[in-house]
């Protein structure tokens, strides 16, 4: 069965970085793409960054645009979230997600729907960043 499996997440200060990863089984990794999402205590989960299965586009919320980078490693089925100059807002309990048959995440610059998590059938079980001083 589809198994995504996240790792890398801890506590950072203000201003550091961490990389979190993705890894995935059970499917047929090459043509899937990969989103990352957030839920902060008390907020709704929010779709954070994707990538598509091709590698050829990749959408950041404008909340982490500049700070945060993906990318995948096929030979891997991981998927990675660098994030960078991490601030206290940032603090959440961070998802990896998939879905049947979605390769191209595209439409996340443009639809909310896209990026609604409950559009997407496969999660992992999250792991939490704490940005704190």
């Known amino acids: 069965q589809v198994q995504l499996v996240e790792s890398g997440g801890g506590l950072v200060q203000p201003g550091g970085s961490l990389r979190l990863s993705c890894a995935g089984s059970?499917?047929?990794?090459?043509?899937?793409?990969i989103g990352w999402f957030r839920q902060a205590p008390g907020k709704e989960r929010e779709g954070v960054s994707c990538?598509?299965?091709?590698?050829?586009?990749?959408y950041y919320a404008d909340s982490v645009k500049g700070r945060f980078t993906i990318s995948r490693d096929n030979a891997k089925n991981t998927v990675y979230l660098q994030m960078s100059s991490l601030k206290p807002e940032d603090t959440a309990v961070y998802y990896c997600?998939?879905?049947?048959?979605?390769?191209?995440?595209?439409?996340?610059?443009?639809?909310?729907?896209?990026?609604?998590?409950?559009?997407?059938?496969?999660w992992g079980q999250g792991t939490q960043v704490t940005v704190s001083s």
């Open positions: 990538i598509s299965s091709s590698v050829d586009y990749a």
């Open positions: 059970g499917f047929n990794w090459d043509y899937y793409a």
């Open positions: 997600a998939t879905d049947h048959g979605w390769e191209d995440c595209s439409l996340w610059s443009h639809s909310a729907i896209a990026r609604d998590p409950y559009e997407y059938d496969f």
